[in-house]
């Protein structure tokens, strides 16, 4: 029971904002939404992460609707090194110790020059 | 610089063969996980781990069992390799923190002949 669910595929002009979007209807209160990267034959990035309010950091915007059902990570820039495969995650906390990322199947991102 | 290393970046095996693949991260966080990636199907957990000698089945546990006796060393083992479980192997870990990140090592290619 996927707990993400993004396109498979999209492409973006370099110099363009690449806006990637995610579905998570399910999310509960208190689960975070996180956005990972991954270059061919590396292990995933972390890029950002965020609970209800938007977020920006030096890589990414995160946006979050009201609702929380659905994000977009936003690429303000994309350059060629920002090709690779983007996993919206579920981050569920279990009991008080622990915690479980759930991984989508991903987007990738192709940016053209 | 925090790090998350497994032993084998790549490994060939035969059926039947046991195999053991290691982890280690030196940033004393108390989750660890064991993933495995294989196209199209973005990345599955196998098992975690939240503690020392805690461990908890993931999404698809058949044919592995992990060990983790120090807190740092979380071991995934393959008693019986098949062909079906020629994949890339990735491990990861987190802090309990609510919202810790995910690191990552940077991968073990398994394949079984």
């Known amino acids: 029971d996927a707990k993400t669910t993004q396109p498979p595929s999209m492409d973006c002009a370099e110099g363009r904002a690449a806006n990637l979007p995610c579905n998570h209807s399910t999310i509960s209160g208190n689960e975070y939404v996180y956005w990972y990267r991954q270059i061919h034959s590396q292990g995933p990035q972390y890029i950002i992460h965020?609970?209800?309010n938007n977020e920006t950091n030096e890589m990414a915007s995160l946006i979050i609707t009201e609702d929380r059902k659905s994000s977009t990570l936003i690429l303000p820039h994309a350059t060629l090194r920002d090709t690779a495969v983007y996993y919206c995650i579920v981050r569920v906390l279990i009991g008080n110790t622990g915690n479980q990322f759930y991984f989508g199947t991903g987007t990738s991102l192709t940016v053209i020059p | 610089d925090v790090k998350v290393t497994q032993s084998s970046r790549y490994l060939v095996k035969r059926t039947g063969e046991k195999v053991f693949l290691e982890c280690v991260q030196d940033?004393?966080?108390?989750?660890m996980f064991w993933y495995r990636q294989d196209p199209g199907l973005g990345l599955r957990l196998i098992y975690f781990s939240y503690d020392v000698k805690m461990k908890e089945k993931g999404d698809i546990p058949e044919g592995y069992s992990v060990s983790r006796e120090k807190k740092e060393r979380f071991s995934l083992i393959l008693e019986s390799a098949s062909t079906n479980q020629t994949s890339m192997y990735l491990c990861?870990?987190?802090?309990?923190?609510?919202?810790?990140?995910?690191?990552f090592g940077e991968g073990s290619r398994l394949t079984v002949l």
């Open positions: 940033m004393d966080h108390e989750n």
């Open positions: 990861a870990s987190s802090s309990r923190l609510r919202t810790g990140e995910l690191f």
């Open positions: 965020g609970l209800k």
